[in-house]
């Protein structure tokens, strides 16, 4: 069993989000988990388990599919992108499936091929210097692939298409804090103060800052990339305290996709996570939806290989 957390470049066309689902689902063999549609990122996220040869199916379909009905030069948001099937993680549930997760990639960077994209290995299967940062592969965004193309590692450029990361990663966090009574250019300092390679930087993290009309705020966009040494609730205590000390005030925060149970370790309960981190700040939130294990366990899926 793998899973897979696959970042499409549309959030906002139903249409064309229902279809993309759809197709997802057709093969045997794989599970579509959770669908996180963003309007401002313009942006959406498809949790995906399965076998590698249903997830080959399925992911071969969906990338058929953003090539058909996405098209990147005319695609805007406030989500970083360089392609209509941006980003194809695929993560080992296990330590013994790392093997059949970099398998999977080999395969999957020939069926892409094979429709006329390409892209770049990124995260455990990088094959370029500093390729294991998600932010090299996107330097420049679309506008800039079509100047870095000759660098692919697999497949062909369509400019239709843009391009793609593919890679084996382990589990992450996808993140976000709510902020008012603060300006872009604050929000954004703070991000740029607590990542990784911030002047205070927190190990494991990825942030950005960017306003979000959807929900009348601004946000802290975070990908918790270690879990192992950065949860979110003192990633959340954290921003929380800058935020005070600018005289803004943060308004709960967002998970994006779903979360694996021990992200919230170091509480005692899930209801305790939700209240201190206002998990239902923005939209009701449900553990038995949101949570990895929940999900696989109503699905019955856990103890498949």
Not at 271 to 296: N, V
Request: charged fraction near 20%; hydrophobic fraction near 40%.
């Amino acid at each position: 069993m793998l899973e897979c957390v696959v970042n499409v470049s549309e959030g906002r066309r139903s249409e064309i989000l229902d279809t993309l689902s759809y197709e997802i689902q057709q093969p045997t063999g794989v599970y579509l988990l959770h669908e996180d549609r963003g309007w401002d990122a313009n942006r959406t996220v498809f949790t995906l388990a399965g076998s590698p040869e249903g997830l080959l199916a399925a992911l071969t379909r969906l990338a058929q599919g953003c090539l058909e009905h996405i098209d990147m030069r005319h695609q805007s948001g406030i989500h970083p992108r360089i392609g209509a099937l941006d980003v194809c993680p695929i993560v080992p549930m296990r330590p013994e499936d790392k093997v059949a997760a970099h398998a999977l990639v080999a395969l999957l960077a020939q069926a892409f091929s094979a429709l006329g994209i390409g892209g770049w290995f990124y995260a455990q299967s990088a094959h370029q210097p500093d390729f294991d940062l998600l932010a090299r592969v996107r330097n420049g965004e679309y506008e800039g692939v079509a100047d870095r193309a000759s660098t692919f590692d697999f497949g062909v450029y369509n400019p239709r298409f843009g391009a793609m990361a593919l890679g084996v990663r382990p589990f992450l966090l996808a993140y976000n804090i709510n902020v008012t009574g603060l300006s872009l250019g604050q929000v954004k300092d703070i991000a740029k103060d607590a990542r990784e390679s911030g002047s205070r930087g927190m190990k494991g993290l990825r942030a950005i800052g960017w306003e979000t009309p959807e929900f009348n705020c601004l946000q802290v966009s975070c990908n918790l990339v270690d879990l192992d040494v950065l949860r979110p609730k003192a990633l959340f205590e954290r921003i929380s305290t800058d935020v005070a000390q600018l005289g803004g005030e943060t308004m709960g925060s967002e998970l994006i996709g779903l979360a694996p149970a021990f992200a919230f370790s170091d509480y005692t309960s899930m209801e305790e996570a939700c209240a201190h981190l206002g998990l239902d700040a923005l939209a009701p939130f449900d553990p038995s939806t949101r949570i990895l294990e929940q999900i696989l366990a109503s699905k019955r899926l856990l103890s498949k290989n």
